[in-house]
């Protein structure tokens, strides 16, 4: 199983960007997978997450300004940041599943970084 996760950079506080996390050996519509980030000193935390169902969920800090998606045929999942802050930066991961699990799958990380 790989989660290849790209789409981070350098942008300026107000712009947007769009992650990409794509999966070979596990199949996402089946799956709860989520994005996560990583800031620096602080713990990693749960951002989105998509059910099998599509039903989504986001932390309070993102809600209204990140929106989850999955694209089945492709096998990706996609996290559209808008209206970034820098209080967004930090490294993103996707991971699968989102439950407790014997079998987690993360991708490699991508750097965010919002500039003030």
């Known amino acids: 199983v790989q989660l290849q996760a790209s789409g981070g950079g350098l942008v300026q506080a107000g712009g947007s960007l769009r992650l990409s996390c794509t999966a070979s050996?596990?199949?996402?519509?089946?799956?709860?997978v989520g994005w996560y980030r990583q800031a620096p000193g602080k713990q990693r935390e749960l951002v989105a997450s998509?059910?099998?169902?599509?039903?989504?969920n986001y932390t309070d800090s993102v809600k209204g300004r990140f929106t989850i998606s999955r694209d089945n045929i492709k096998n990706t999942i996609y996290l559209q940041m808008n209206s970034l802050k820098p209080e967004d930066t930090a490294v993103y991961y996707c991971?699968?599943?989102?439950?407790?699990?014997?079998?987690?799958?993360w991708g490699q990380g991508t750097l965010v970084t919002v500039s003030s």
């Open positions: 991971k699968v599943p989102v439950e407790l699990s014997s079998r987690t799958y």
């Open positions: 998509i059910t099998s169902v599509g039903r989504t």
């Open positions: 050996g596990i199949i996402f519509s089946i799956n709860h």
